[in-house]
């Protein structure tokens, strides 16, 4: 991976729901520095997302030609679609920038195998998991079967947890994001 050792890279991973999009949006709202990896994604776009700012939304076709050409760092199913981070996006940004990834654990142990890179890996989690549910609900952005099966991936999930250097719980939006900040700072 080409890249100027100089530039962070942070990975924000946690369950569905807990805050990634909220807390990555902040941080780059407040750090110019930081530009976010805009990941492709074969899932529809939400009503409140837009075409290559929230993601690249691609075709199931389109997305196994860009696995057949060798095109991502890292990629992975999650809730039966693909999701993954081009290697051409990640190299133009981390020459100028830091970026933030807001990716899951199979795409942090896939850029973990990229030793040369300044990872800083950070897994979000909420106090308790009915918080979590509410959170899924409250967003309205997801089918019930949709919420019901990012709910019950929680479990399987959070046993990635060691993968990470920092676990934060995500109760106060701000006093996690001061976390964050301390961290990246
Ligand atoms: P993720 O990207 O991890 O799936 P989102 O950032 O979409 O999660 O957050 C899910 C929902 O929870 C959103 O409606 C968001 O506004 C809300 N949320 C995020 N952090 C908090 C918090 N600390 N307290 C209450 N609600 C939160
Ligand atoms: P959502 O559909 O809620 O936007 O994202 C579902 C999950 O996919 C989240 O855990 C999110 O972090 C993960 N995700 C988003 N983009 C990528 C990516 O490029 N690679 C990987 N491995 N996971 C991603």
Redesign the pocket.
Known sequence: MAHDEANIMVI?S????????????KIQQKYQSFKISVSHTTRSPRSNEVDGVDYHFVSREKFKNLIKQNCFYEYAKIFENYYGTLKKHVDEISFKNDIIF?IDWQGTKQLSKFKNLNLIKIY?I?GNKQ?LK???I????NTSREIEN?FNSFDEDIKHWNDYDYIII????DV?FRQIENIIL
Do not use: A, F
Request: hydrophobic share 20%; charged share 30%; glycine share 6%.
């Open positions: 924000l946690s369950p569905s729901g807990v805050g990634k999009t909220t807390l990555t949006k807001d979000l909420t918080e509410k959170r899924l409250n967003r309205n952005q990012r995500n109760d106060n939006l996690c």
